[in-house]
């Protein structure tokens, strides 16, 4: 808390490169990770289940659509219909009988395949023409999934995922299902992390800026955009194959439907585009808070003797969920990130911050 | 195939098409003066349709009386959100703005299914469902007068646009710091036309209503308004009325075709690849103004 930026010093660009310039901010990333290690063991079950899994998750797919969207600035409304590829490749390879571990490199890369499809919309349009060609593209692909029997598993349009099983170990337990949740997390993120410090991440972001400007400089920003799509799109797919396998055990076409898409997007804007800890802000915001805000008036309401009805209770949520994402728009248009960096910006220089004026 | 029912296919393709062009006059108000995609406007077509029926069936006003109620309602509300909301994204990148109008469509909709619930109402419009026979073809009345209503609001705009207010309503989508500089209020043109839209949300949704009933299946009607409205160009009025006629009948007379091929369902296929080829092929549509980016 006391002035962390003292002794901080970066005398050559190796050390200005590097992921934590400041001490403090690695500190307390690796004291996070341990929580996040830690979980299963200081928190109730139902808690890691039905609250961190699909957290991390969530947050994984997010990041990717925040490569797409808030890395190399392409709009993009049919993240969900990508999700839903890598899920259904992966499961119907793991039923085959392929080990999961491939099975989810396969959902992945067809997903890639896909997804690149939604980069050629990019490659002659961008802004908001980008983002209602994705979002059609997604109503083909909900018609395709709900109207082919051969992937939605049957007249019941249900797929049952098998057991997921990782290195020779079958995973059944809550514990197994979130280390699985955390460890892709975690991989994802520190990719991420990465990203920016790479000649690839450069690129995405001048094609973000303007992408003549970038090809006149050399980008080449039909490439970077096909790999920026490419790439959200096999974390996509490998999302949406651990989503069902862990989370959803069945896996079922409205569960990427299009409101899903919406919702990925909301993620993301709402933390904040191009912000990795943004992201998970982002989600928890958008993932979490509607149910527990339905908890508070339901709970509320008893305890007052008011009598909501019931379809007024189902319907609190989805207005709690569009209200946050207007508000948080409102209040800080660069989203949750850069609220959260704002914070971490005074309390770094706390108590000498007249030193910087 | 019949030519008789090829006709038939066609021309309640067409009036169909015409209650899309009802929805999607309000998007193409709302982006020629700020060019903001209104993705809410499914909401605010679902709002106006609820206050609708509110007013004529819980407060028990006969309907002259309650559509206007209802437009004056919404007139307000239109006015609200980009007082409130869109104003202080002025100049931001799209997607957030984007984003903002999903926001207020998810909002709008949830808060509406809170206050009077999910069960589907009807409209009652007093319209016969009698059929209409055009030597032989059959024609439904309630999209006639549909029809009829989309065709009204195209003229008035048309009348509307070109009166003094209308006029500044052009200046301000065609450059709005000029239009600052002359001294017009950019910010009340612009509140302006959210207000009309929202006033044509009120309009598509009697119509719609009456056809499928008042319910959330109203929001559902922007993929089709979207499609319209980027197929007739995106500022364009007379746009939006021509593409809603064209969409209608590509929609009716294919899905014909096509339902018997791949087992039902295929509007919704269609509609989806008249965006996708429109974006494609010509992204500002038929009538629409085509920008050219500098760097």
Redesign the interface.
């Known amino acids: 808390m006391f002035y962390r930026l003292s002794g901080v010093h970066h005398a050559n660009y190796v050390s200005d490169s590097r992921i934590f310039k400041v001490p403090a901010d690695r500190n307390l990333t690796a004291f996070i990770f341990l929580i996040g290690l830690a979980a299963p063991f200081i928190m109730p079950s139902l808690y890691l289940n039905s609250y961190m899994l699909p957290w991390l998750i969530w947050t994984a797919a997010a990041l990717g659509l925040n490569l797409v969207?808030g890395w190399a600035g392409q709009?993009h409304l049919g993240y969900a219909a990508v999700m839903a590829v890598g899920a259904y490749s992966a499961i119907h390879a793991a039923r085959f009988g392929v080990p999961w571990e491939f099975a989810l490199i396969i959902g992945g890369l067809a997903s890639s395949v896909i997804g690149s499809l939604f980069a050629f919309?990019a490659l002659?349009?961008k802004?908001?023409?980008l983002?209602?060609?994705t979002?059609?593209?997604q109503?083909?692909m909900d018609?395709v999934l709900t109207?082919s029997p051969a992937i939605s598993g049957g007249s019941h349009a249900s797929l049952q995922s098998p057991t997921l099983a990782l290195l020779g170990q079958d995973i059944t337990s809550d514990t197994g299902y979130y280390y699985v949740a955390f460890g892709w997390c975690v991989l994802v993120t520190i990719f991420m992390l990465n990203l920016k410090r790479t000649g690839l991440g450069r690129a995405l972001v001048a094609v973000r800026e303007?992408d003549?400007?970038a090809a006149?400089l050399g980008v080449n920003s039909f490439y970077y955009k096909i790999l920026a799509f490419a790439t959200s799109s096999f974390i996509a797919g490998v999302s949406g194959a651990l989503l069902v396998a862990t989370f959803f055990f069945l896996a079922a076409p409205e569960q990427f439907s299009v409101n899903v898409s919406?919702q990925v997007?909301?993620m993301v804007?709402v933390g904040g585009?191009g912000s990795i800890i943004g992201s998970y802000f982002g989600v928890a915001l958008i993932l979490l808070v509607p149910g527990l805000v339905n908890g508070i008036v339901a709970g509320g309401s008893e305890a007052l003797g008011m009598q909501i009805?019931v379809?007024?209770l189902?319907?609190?949520?989805?207005?709690?969920?569009?209200?946050?994402?207007?508000i948080v728009?409102?209040i800080e248009?660069l989203g949750l990130g850069k609220l959260y960096g704002n914070i971490r910006d005074y309390l770094m220089v706390w108590p000498f911050d007249q030193l910087r004026k | 195939m019949d030519l008789v029912f090829l006709a038939e296919l066609a021309i309640n393709g067409a009036l169909t098409g015409l209650l899309y062009s009802l929805f999607a006059i309000g998007l193409v108000l709302i982006y020629k003066a700020s060019s903001v995609p209104n993705l809410a406007q499914g909401g605010l077509t679902m709002v106006g349709a609820y206050v609708v029926v509110a007013l004529a069936s819980d407060v028990g006003l006969p309907l002259w009386l309650a559509i206007p109620l209802g437009a004056v309602f919404m007139f307000a509300l239109g006015f609200g959100i980009e007082r409130v909301a869109l104003r202080r994204l002025a100049g931001r990148p799209v997607v957030m703005i984007l984003m903002l109008t999903l926001g207020l469509d998810i909002f709008l909709r949830g808060v509406t299914l809170a206050i009077w619930g999910g069960t589907s109402r009807s409209m009652d419009l007093g319209v016969s469902y009698e059929p209409l026979f055009l030597g032989d073809i059959f024609i439904s009345r309630i999209h006639l007068v549909g029809a009829g209503v989309a065709i009204g609001l195209f003229v008035a705009f048309m009348i509307f646009f070109r009166s003094r207010s209308g006029i500044k309503l052009r200046a301000i989508a065609d450059d709005y710091m000029a239009s600052w500089s002359v001294g017009i209020s950019v910010e009340r043109g612009v509140g302006l036309s959210w207000a009309l839209a929202s006033v044509v949300a009120v309009a598509a949704g009697v119509i719609w209503g009456e056809i499928q009933g008042v319910d959330q299946a109203l929001s559902l009607l922007l993929l089709k308004g979207l499609t319209v409205a980027v197929l007739g160009g995106l500022d364009s009025i007379l746009g939006a009325v021509v593409a809603g006629i064209i969409l209608g009948i590509i929609e009716n007379v294919g899905s014909d075709f096509l339902d018997p091929l791949v087992g039902g369902g295929s509007r919704e296929l269609i509609v989806a690849a008249v965006l996708i080829l429109t974006v494609m092929i010509r992204p500002h549509g038929l009538f629409g103004r085509h920008d050219i980016e500098r760097v």
């Open positions: 969207t709009l919309a002659r349009v802004g908001l023409y983002a209602l060609t979002l059609a593209m109503f083909v018609w109207h303007k003549f400007a006149i919406i997007l909301a804007i585009l009805n379809e007024t189902a319907h609190i949520p989805n207005a709690v969920y569009g209200a946050l994402i207007v728009l409102l248009p």
